[in-house]
């Protein structure tokens, strides 16, 4: 396939694979032929005619775009006539264009009008022609805005959109010299258009520019670009911003390096302006009767650090505790970490990771032995089945999404899609299954017997790497023998005809990829439905290679990386526990503290410390970038927990829900005035680096926490650089240990990376699994009917979720005007059928009961998406608190909380 | 047929677009293709707006804005031309009391030009809606409209 072929262009001996594309290979290799149509991502187009060469053999000039390089093949790429053609093409395609020039973009056509000379009138062979072709503008679209005269029809940005981002928003309108791009019907805001801008970074002129700062920009006039990594889901997509006048001003995709090629969404793309927003927490403040008063970082962190000591030696060590946060570097929450245990004394230590994919970790360390996903992004791309499950990946993890949805669409993989909800990916699914909310492992265990039955099984898989064999499996298997079709259909409402063809799919296919998310993980059996998933795995072999495996795309920028550094009340950095003394003893070595000091009994989770809190137990709590009075479950009971504490410090970048309830603020950088590392859903450390200062006295957290330690008397280290304390991770941490900055400075690395020499490791459990056996182990386990279900006072169940634009409690994603024209206002969906019964029309604003608490002034959007008897509520919006419904009845094995099934009334 | 009606009748193939625009325009009293038929059509296939009104943008024989009852072409190609066919639209302009691309206020008539009708032989040409008349003359052109009108007036 990849067979080498030596050609020469312009008497240059050039060595490519053979089928390379001539004109990729001669950009390759520094001879840089003119072009405009072709972009390395995308399909040849052949359209600017530029890329012309002469090909000894063939007639006249090619298009060396639409050639595949072959043995021998002698190229010329540039002499007089090829160049004169090509002026006489520029020639032609300025006759149609509008030249005038803001400055605001960069502009491939321009700089090659000016290269051959073009820019002056009198080289010019054609005139002007472009004022009386009539072409418009298109302003309408929130992010972007659309020139047609400055439009040279090369169709990237009809590609970008159709091949990269699989979304085929734009077209042509109209014929011949006045034809030009549409969205829509002729109107890019009312489109279909999400705003990812793939396009806009894709064009080669200006007739296609961002919006934002457009007035204030000049590129050619001291702006910086700095490289770093995007705040906001779990993917790592690499950004590069501009910077003017020490404000970001753009955010482009990096292109050629993963995860992301160049791909961002709309987030990554336009949503920076919260770091510049006069929202912004600048000064440390310290409440005084009640009132919050700015005050010196020194008498702040005296007042924390003296507070904290006052409360451990009152009430003992355990009465302090710390959320860490998934939006902090790894830097900032291995100190932060370090600080509970070294300092306060304890392992109280989690973050949101225990309201999100706590569940699919759990069984995942239980089963396999590692809790991260299994895979690369890039097998998204390459894998023929990818089995969805709760897990609205176009809104949660949108460039993931480009991945599977070119895999759907021009390799003809399956995809098979488990939620309750309808989600736009259901548009590019083989197969949908719609079972009722809470009925999962019903259904997993109805596709396991049907594999059962039709022996679909890898019995070789089995013997060699599941615990017990074959007896492990008849164990599951006579666990799931009364999950007939006819059962799992009445339980599920999923027609069994579906459910066995599912099943068939994912047990035959080559490369099945499962991609699990918070439909599964958030449940009261959120960890019984993983089990269920990772049994159907091992019984048939699906994981341990390329393209096969099970992988939790994570929510925020850092959870990966927040738990791998061990900000996590039962493991140290690494996944090493915290209750075995022989860790104790190493971990206690590296940080160079006794090994009695750190505690040997395991921390209470996130919800667990709240509850402590409600008790009395704990009566100290340090918080760094989280918000639990919006993300919380049933949100009154931790506003009552929270308010009995005695001391609460929040650390964060605004004002938030939880803020008011604190006695010190203190302010904190946001990604794009932070040093350090992040870990994506792959495993990938990535580098993030600082690309504007602080606004007023903010400190970056890491920097904040070890103030706060120094202090108290015990400091964490001596650390000059964020590296250094990188380098103290890697040391704490095997699966880290080769992985240093200088290694980073072009490309993420996947863990484990065991020594220098070690290129990362793309694919999990490849050889063995990472229990102590190296074996994978089954749970068979049962269904069990929800405790919360619909009852005639409370007839609906409510899932709660996200949606694009907005992220988490949306302390960022809101104060981004592209983003919130996008989407501002809270909503329910409510099924048709369940509108008319209730005599509910479509945006009829209505109060929302549940057990536990009441919502009010929610808009209905009636809707199909949403089965009969079920409701669904994004969970970003701070007016209508979602959580003040939902339940902190846990999950037993992983304490997470069951975001996704309230009962719940409607009253208009 | 409503709307819905009408695309059912067709699969939902990409491939029926064609179709599907020409029924839909058919169908309507005023001979042309509604924004909202085109939102329907394009979510019967399942395809973007974009591509929809794309296709229905190139053929200039869709039309996107209302038009008349009557939909008069007339071949605006070489051989028409050089046998004066701009004669001939002037008395079509004249006699509607509108110009090229318009509709008569009554909506009884819309005036467009088309390519080669392919009746070179007995040119200058137009069509009336599905119906071709030869040899024009301006005489023969107002015989022509005035037989539209006494029909309208039945």
């Given amino acids: 396939m990849n067979k080498q072929v030596t050609i020469t262009i312009d008497n240059q001996k050039i060595t490519a694979p053979e089928g390379a594309n001539l004109l990729q290979v001669a950009k390759d290799n520094q001879v840089a032929i003119p072009h405009l149509c072709y972009h390395k991502k995308l399909t040849p187009t052949g359209a600017c005619r530029l890329c012309i060469v002469k090909i000894e053999g063939q007639r006249g000039m090619v298009a060396s775009c639409a050639v595949l390089v072959s043995e021998g093949m002698q190229v010329t790429a ?99 010299i006045i034809s030009y791009i549409i969205g829509g019907f002729d109107k890019w805001g009312e489109s279909e258009c999400d705003g990812c801008g793939e396009c806009i970074q894709l064009c080669p002129t200006g007739a296609i520019v961002e919006k934002p700062h457009r007035g204030e920009i000049h590129m050619d006039n001291g702006i910086r670009k700095v490289r770093t990594t995007c705040p906001y889901c779990g993917v790592g997509c690499q950004l590069e911003l501009l910077v003017q006048d020490g404000k970001v001003v753009r955010s482009n995709g990096v292109e050629g390096v993963s995860p992301n090629d160049g791909r961002l969404c709309v987030k990554g793309r336009f949503g920076y302006d919260y770091v510049n927003h006069p929202d912004r927490l600048t000064k440390p403040l310290i409440k005084k009767d009640g009132k919050f008063e700015e005050a010196s970082w020194d008498e702040a962190l005296d007042l924390v650090a003296n507070k904290f000591s006052e409360i451990k030696q009152k009430y003992g060590r355990k009465a302090l505790a710390g959320y860490a946060s998934a939006k902090t570097t790894n830097e900032d929450n291995y100190l932060f970490m370090k600080l509970v245990r070294t300092v306060f004394g304890n392992n109280n230590v989690d973050y949101c990771t225990r309201l999100c994919h706590a569940s699919t970790v759990t069984a995942m360390l239980r089963s396999l032995g590692d809790g991260a996903g299994s895979n690369s992004i890039e097998d998204y791309e390459t894998s023929d089945c990818m089995l969805v499950t709760g897990n609205n990946m176009i809104e949660t993890h949108p460039v993931t999404a480009t991945f599977v949805k070119y895999a759907a669409q021009r390799r003809d993989a399956k995809i098979i899609i488990i939620d309750p909800k309808w989600t736009p990916l259901v548009k590019d699914a083989h197969i949908w299954l719609q079972p009722r909310l809470g009925t999962d492992v019903a259904l997993l265990n109805g596709m396991i017997r049907v594999i059962v039955e039709e022996d679909l099984i890898d019995r070789d898989f089995i013997e060699k790497r599941v615990e017990d064999g074959m007896e492990a499996y008849e164990a599951l298997k006579a666990l799931v023998g009364k999950y007939t079709p006819e059962y799992v259909e009445e339980v599920t409402g999923v027609p069994a005809d579906l459910m066995q063809e599912a099943a068939r799919i994912y047990a035959k296919a080559e490369r099945p990829l499962i991609a699990t998310g918070m439909g599964y993980s958030q449940q009261v059996t959120g960890t019984h439905n993983v089990f269920c998933l990772i049994n159907m795995m091992l019984i048939t072999g699906q994981i341990g290679r390329e393209g096969a495996g099970l992988n939790p795309p994570r929510g925020q920028n850092n959870v990966q990386g927040v738990s791998d550094v061990g900000a996590s009340p039962f493991t140290y950095p690494g996944y090493i526990s915290v209750e075995d003394e022989e860790n104790r003893r190493k971990v206690a070595k590296v940080w160079g503290v006794a090994p009695e000091e750190l505690d040997g009994e395991k921390g209470l989770s996130t919800v667990e410390i709240m509850q402590a809190a409600y008790d009395g137990d704990i009566k100290g709590m340090y918080i760094m970038g989280e918000n639990p009075m919006l993300t919380d479950p049933n949100l009154n009971h931790t506003e009552e927990s929270i308010r009995k504490l005695e001391f609460l410090v929040v650390q964060d970048i605004f004002h938030t ?46 920097e904040i926490v070890a103030e706060i330690a120094r202090r108290m008397g015990k400091p964490l280290g001596n650390y000059q650089h964020e590296s250094d304390i990188w380098d103290e991770i890697a040391r704490t941490a095997p699966i880290f240990a080769g992985i240093s900055y200088d290694r980073l400075e072009h490309h993420g690395i996947q863990w484990p990376c065991p020594d220098k020499d070690h290129p990362g490791t793309a694919t999990l459990f490849e050889e063995r699994f990472n229990t102590p056996n190296g074996l994978g182990k089954l749970h068979p386990v049962d269904y069990a009917e929800q405790s919360e279900r619909a009852t005639d006072a409370y007839p609906l169940i409510l899932n709660t979720g996200r949606i694009l634009y907005q992220y988490h409690s949306s302390t960022m994603s809101r104060r981004n005007k592209a983003l919130t024209d996008f989407a501002n206002e ?23 009961i549940s057990r536990r608490g009441e919502i009010e002034d929610i808009v209905v959007k009636v809707s199909e998406e949403v089965l009969p008897g079920e409701l669904f509520m994004p969970f970003h919006y701070s007016e209508a608190p979602v959580n003040k419904l939902t339940r902190d009845e846990l999950d037993p094995y992983s304490k997470i909380a069951p975001f996704k099934l309230s009962a719940v009334k409607i009253e208009a | 047929m409503s709307t819905q009606e009408i695309i059912q009748q067709f699969e939902p193939k990409q491939h029926n677009l064609l179709h599907i625009l020409h029924a839909l325009q058919d169908a309507h009293p005023e001979n042309y293709i509604t924004e909202e038929a085109l939102e329907a059509a394009a979510g019967h296939l399942g395809v973007t707006k974009s591509t929809v009104y794309g296709v229905a943008r190139y053929y200039t024989m869709f039309s996107l804005k209302p038009r008349g009852k009557h939909i008069i072409r007339v071949c605006a190609s070489p051989v028409c031309e050089l046998l004066h066919v701009n004669d001939i639209i002037a008395a079509l302009e004249e006699e509607l009391s509108i110009k090229t691309g318009e509709t008569t206020k009554d909506g009884l008539f819309t005036l467009e030009l088309s390519e080669c009708l392919g009746q070179c032989q007995e040119a200058p040409s137009m069509m009336i809606n599905d119906k071709i008349f030869n040899n024009l003359t301006s005489a023969r052109i107002r015989e022509v409209i005035q037989s539209f009108k006494d029909e309208a007036r039945k």
Wanted: hydrophobic share 35%; with cysteine; charged share 30%.
């Fill in chain 1, 826 to 848: 809270a909503y329910v969906l409510m099924h048709p059928g369940d509108a008319e019964n209730q005599g509910i029309i479509n945006g009829q604003k209505v109060k929302i």
């Fill in chain 1, 78 to 176: 540039f002499d007089d006539e090829l160049e004169e053609a090509r002026k006489y093409l520029l020639d032609y395609l300025l006759s149609e264009h509008n030249e005038a020039f803001d400055g605001s973009y960069s502009d491939e056509f321009r700089e090659l009008v000016h290269a051959y000379g073009l820019d002056k009138a009198e080289n010019r062979r054609f005139p002007s022609i472009w004022k009386e072709l009539g072409y418009p503008k298109d302003e309408t679209s929130p992010v972007l805005s659309y020139d047609a005269a400055k439009c040279i029809k090369c169709f990237r940005c009809i590609k970008a959109c159709d091949e990269v981002q699989g979304k085929n928003v734009l077209s042509f309108t109209n014929r011949g």
């Fill in chain 1, 657 to 702: 829900e939880t803020t008011p309830y604190a006695d010190v603020i203190l302010p904190a950088t946001a990604f794009a005035e932070s040093e350090g590392t992040y870990v994506n859903s792959d495993r990938r450390v990535l580098r993030v680096r600082k690309a504007v200062g602080p606004p007023g006295e903010a400190r970056q957290d890491w």
